[in-house]
């Protein structure tokens, strides 16, 4: 027959926690959280950067293709002071008061039977979409007939003309961290590209000090 031996009554093996070691883990864990937390950070302001960079880059892409398709050029425009930027339209677009676009729309055309014609922009047409929370635009850089000319406050305007040209364009952004990236625009082809700037050119280009 099988038997067993009972356990003494009052015994255990289970072994709990002293208070001491509890401190101890806590103590750790409160170590580990202040070290982890500047990288966490910074890996968010990063992330931030990165996301405003192609969100602007999608808007230029969009208002090439717009421009292409639609047969009239296009602009996005970017307001420096309060860091965000809007679709607009050479209909209604006023070059000597170009924030006057913000919440403005491309008139409506007609078919020959009296049809109206929706553009494919009318739902984001001036419309301003802000940066990212700790984002700024630190300079707008255009370059007009080997002019270049660098914008770090007011409006100023990119624009993507139907047989996707553009201008020699730089938007260069700027995170808490004092980190930075660049949106370009290639003139001849109207195509962006995102290029993140090393420490030594942005010592070259000022942009420690601002443009």
């Known amino acids: ?25 806590l103590s750790i864990i409160a170590v580990l959280s202040t070290v982890s937390m ?7 302001a990063s992330r931030r950067l990165k996301s405003s960079a192609q ?11 717009m421009a292409i398709t639609e047969r009239t050029t ?3 425009v ?21 924030i006057a676009s913000a919440g403005r729309v491309a008139a409506t055309t007609s078919t020959p039977q009296g049809q109206p014609v929706v553009s494919r922009t009318s739902g984001v047409m001036g419309i301003a979409k802000p940066l990212n929370e700790g ?21 100023d305007y990119v624009y993507f003309t139907p047989t996707a040209t553009s201008v020699n364009t730089v938007v260069y952004l700027r995170n808490v961290r004092d980190h930075f990236i660049a949106v370009n625009v290639e003139a001849s082809t109207g195509r962006n590209s995102i290029q993140q700037l090393s420490s030594e050119e ?8 601002d443009l």
Request: aromatic share 10%.
């Open 1 to 25: 027959m099988l038997s067993y031996k009972r356990k003494p009554l009052g015994k255990s093996t289970e072994h709990g926690f002293s208070l001491m070691e509890i401190m101890i883990v």
């Open 74 to 76: 296009h602009l996005v």
């Open 38 to 44: 500047p990288v966490m950070r910074g890996f968010a």
């Open 55 to 65: 969100s602007i880059a999608d808007t230029f892409s969009y208002a090439r293709d």
């Open 202 to 209: 942005i010592q070259t280009l000022g942009l420690a000090n």
């Open 135 to 155: 984002i700024t635009i630190a300079a707008l850089s255009t370059t007009n007939n080997g002019v270049i000319q660098n914008l770090t406050t007011g409006v």
């Open 78 to 98: 970017f307001d420096v002071d309060n860091n965000r930027y809007w679709l607009a339209s050479s209909e209604t677009f006023d070059v000597q008061n170009p």
